[in-house]
């Protein structure tokens, strides 16, 4: 499995609750959309507006190339046209998980 990290920069007068609702009630809920994603989850930061990102976001997906082809999808453009209007990406990595990982059990 690959993992994507965006770090996250509110655009200037964006409040933060606004991002976050869009977050919990757009963004994760399009998830069972895209079939390469497997985990998805947003984290904040901080919400100093001088802060030099304010969220990061991992993406796990099955692989790169299929997370490509979910990116042309209808459902994708329409979170990154809702994105764009609050927050740009300031970086972006992306790597291969050493495998297996560690998931406490319950």
Not at 21 to 50: G, K
Not at 59 to 83: C, H, N, P
């Amino acid at each position: 499995m690959d993992v994507i990290i965006h770090r996250i920069r509110l655009h200037d007068g964006v409040d933060p609750a606004r991002f976050e609702a869009w977050v919990r009630d757009v963004d994760y809920a399009t998830c069972p959309l895209l079939p390469s994603v497997r985990a998805f989850a947003v984290q904040r930061v901080s919400t100093e507006r001088d802060a030099p990102f304010h969220y990061f976001e991992t993406i796990t997906v099955s692989t790169l190339d299929a997370f490509s082809r979910d990116m042309k999808s209808e459902a994708f453009q329409g979170l990154v046209a809702a994105f764009d209007t609050m927050a740009s990406v300031v970086e972006e990595m992306s790597g291969e998980r050493v495998e297996p990982g560690y998931v406490a059990r319950p």
